[in-house]
């Protein structure tokens, strides 16, 4: 059990390094291309194909990838109402599911509402590596506390995967971008923000925030309210299967029970 959590916990920082060694990348390279072309122009015209397969990525984005996404964070706020997430793991699971939705924010709203750059680019790869850690962490730390069923899972697996797609796809259309954001071609890697052209509909960005607040952002900051009022009355972990921490940690070899 003690080296399941060594593993877990390696995982999980590795994946954490991955995130900060993203962020300083950005720096880094930012001040290289600052030292190096003090006044080359940060901006590009875009090409028309260019502007047209972004325009497909947008598309896809807000009618597939985004509706998916906001569904399998509403499915999984389901399931840990089921699996009494109140009374087992309480609200230090629920703060990691936060946590999670905040970290998904700039991989969806960075290509949505800037040009993809290579800092963009950057940026989304910390927020990726980021949100993967935190998920290692969550589900290293609760199945311990609730068991976490085979359907949960699945669903977890679109929480997870949506942000790799949606950081590659974006790493495809602007490819150059990024093998000059790792020092790989001659192109400039360009890492001001600019707002993107054209712009994000008005419609469209007020209802994917009604769509992400209601059903995702609502929906855990009342489990997290649950939860706490729950520590405070001294429940959590009074429903926590007996086999769990026996299974998949926090229990020594030696106070095993047989079964």
């Not at 028309?48 to 325009?55: I, M």
């Not at 609760?142 to 949960?152: M, N, S």
Request: some cysteine; glycine content about 6%.
């Amino acid at each position: 059990m003690e080296i399941a959590g060594v593993t877990a916990m390696k995982k999980t920082v590795l994946t954490g390094l991955a995130a900060i060694g993203s962020l300083l990348l950005f720096g880094i390279r930012k001040q290289q291309t600052r030292a190096r072309y003090p006044q080359i122009k940060t901006t590009l015209m875009k090409p028309a194909a260019l502007a047209r397969v972004e325009g497909a990525a947008h598309r896809c984005l807000m009618s597939v990838i985004v509706p998916v996404w906001i569904a399998a964070g509403l499915l999984d706020y389901i399931w840990h109402r089921r699996t009494k997430i109140v009374t087992t793991s309480g609200p230090r699971e629920s703060v990691l599911h936060l946590i999670m939705l905040a970290e998904g924010g700039p991989i969806i709203l960075g290509p949505l509402l800037l040009e993809v750059n290579a800092g963009v680019l950057a940026l989304m790869y910390a927020a990726y590596f980021a949100h993967q850690a935190t998920a290692m962490w969550d589900v290293d730390s609760t199945v311990a506390k609730r068991l976490i069923p085979p359907d949960e899972q699945h669903v977890h697996g679109f929480l997870e995967g949506i942000p790799f797609c949606v950081t590659a796809l974006y790493t495809v259309i602007h490819w150059d971008q990024f093998l000059s954001l790792l020092g790989f071609n001659d192109e400039v890697p360009r890492f001001d923000f600019h707002q993107k052209e054209p712009r994000v509909p008005v419609r469209d960005a007020i209802i994917m925030t009604a769509a992400v607040g209601a059903f995702d952002v609502l929906p855990h900051m009342e489990e997290f309210w649950r939860c706490w009022q729950a520590e405070r009355r001294g429940l959590v972990g009074k429903a926590t299967p007996e086999c769990a921490p026996i299974l998949f940690g926090q229990t020594s070899l030696s106070t095993r029970r047989d079964y």
